[in-house]
């Protein structure tokens, strides 16, 4: 008995050996560099850079040209995301690093703005 149970301790000490995803899932570097170009996409839409009248075509429209810049589909991008949001410690790491490049891009435009400014 004391075998079994130490065998078990050992086998559950071993940590977990992470499953690859899906087939169908896109990888998590392809969801940043996506989800990064959604949320410029979005701010530019709350900050009312599209014109009104034709705020939400404009909107639809950039959303496809990131899904064909990327090279998927909306359907593909939104299984994806289901999947990730199933894997929360994998949709962490995602968010993380979306994070950090949109951080990385801020400090890119507010060091140009200082620079050309007069």
Same mark, same amino acid.
């Given at each position: 008995m004391k075998k079994v149970v130490l065998f078990l301790f050992l086998v559950s000490c071993q940590g977990e050996k992470t499953a690859e995803n899906p087939a169908y899932v896109i990888d998590e570097d392809k969801m940043v560099s996506i989800m990064v170009d959604m949320h410029i996409v979005e701010t530019a839409s709350n900050l009312k850079v599209f014109p009104p009248d034709s705020a939400q075509q404009m909107y639809q429209n950039?959303?496809?040209?990131?899904?064909?810049?990327?090279?998927?589909? #909306?359907?593909?991008?939104?299984? =994806?995301?289901?999947?990730?949001?199933?894997?929360? !410690? @994998?949709?962490?790491?995602?968010?993380? #690093?979306?994070?950090?490049?949109? =951080?990385?891009?801020?400090?890119?435009?507010?060091? !140009? @703005?200082?620079?050309?400014?007069?």
């Open positions: 950039y959303f496809e040209s990131i899904y064909l810049t990327h090279g998927v589909t #909306k359907a593909n991008f939104d299984s =994806s995301l289901f999947y990730y949001s199933t894997q929360t !410690d @994998q949709m962490n790491v995602i968010y993380d #690093k979306v994070l950090e490049n949109l =951080s990385e891009l801020e400090s890119e435009v507010n060091s !140009d @703005q200082i620079h050309s400014a007069p």
